[in-house]
């Protein structure tokens, strides 16, 4: 068990916090979070001759936004790593999912080519 000091808590932790069942739960988390925003990121690919008919554009502009959606992920990665050493890693992984989270949903309910790139590349920030 973890000794957890309330030197600069406002609150108690619970007994159960840093047990094993505690940890299980974070690294299952984490887990989940990693694969679903992996896959949404995987997902478009096999998608674009869809999403391009549907957007009425060609596929290869799509592929450039994907190639753009990776390039500014990678970025932002930096962005985030950097902000998760500096400040609570937890904020970082809930900020981070809800900015990626929000992108996909609006990535698909975009109506233009524009929207759509501008969208991915919201999505590209909170997946970094």
């Known amino acids: 068990m973890i000794n957890h000091s309330t030197k600069h808590r406002y609150w108690k932790l619970p007994d159960w916090w840093g047990a094993k069942p505690h940890i299980i739960f974070t690294v299952t988390v984490f887990v989940v979070l990693a694969s679903l ?25 799509l592929g450039l936004s994907g190639a753009l959606t990776v390039f ?9 790593g950097y902000l998760g050493d500096r400040g609570k890693r937890k904020w970082v992984i809930l900020y981070g999912t809800g900015i990626w989270t929000i992108g996909t ?4 309910i975009s ?18």
Request: a negative charge.
């Open 37 to 61: 925003d992996n896959a949404a990121m995987g997902i478009l690919p096999p998608l674009y001759s869809v999403i391009a008919k549907d957007l009425m554009t060609r596929e290869t502009i």
């Open 111 to 128: 109506t233009s080519i524009s929207a759509f790139m501008f969208f991915q590349l919201v999505t590209a920030i909170g997946i970094g």
């Open 72 to 80: 500014v992920s990678a970025i932002s990665a930096v962005l985030w």
């Open 105 to 108: 949903f609006l990535s698909g």
